[in-house]
Structures are given as structure tokens and as C-alpha cells.
């Protein structure tokens, strides 16, 4: 699986990070995904990083 974020929509509400914080942290006020691929053991964050993000600015690809 692969996280992206799209910098064009996401607010940087930082919920992200604090769900999946193995997978993404802050840059410069945007949230970014620092491990590609995602690991096994981080699906299940990820996923709910993507459900829970109020903008829908993260991409999961399989």
C-alpha cells in the first residue's frame, strides 16, 4: 500500500499524524507521508488516518 497526501487540500489539522504517527508527520504545515511503502503492521492506522481525515486529502493505493 501506498499513503500520499495532497498538499492542494490538506489543512494541516494534524490528525493524521496523531492516528498513523509511523506514517505521516508535518512539513511545513502540510502533512506528508514519510514511509512508502506502508508497512503490514501500519495498514490498519492508515486506513483510519484516510477515513478520519476531514478533507479527504489522503490517497491509499494498493
Do not use: W
Not at 492516528?19 to 483510519?48: L, N, W, Y
Amino acid at each position: 500500500m501506498i499513503a500520499k497526501v495532497d498538499p492542494d487540500k490538506c489543512i494541516g489539522c494534524e490528525l493524521c499524524t496523531n492516528t498513523c504517527p509511523g506514517i505521516f508527520q508535518m512539513d511545513g504545515g502540510i502533512a506528508v507521508a514519510k514511509t512508502t511503502p506502508v508497512p503490514a503492521a501500519e495498514e490498519a492506522s492508515c486506513r483510519e488516518a484516510q477515513a478520519s481525515c476531514p478533507v479527504e486529502a489522503i490517497s491509499l493505493e494498493e
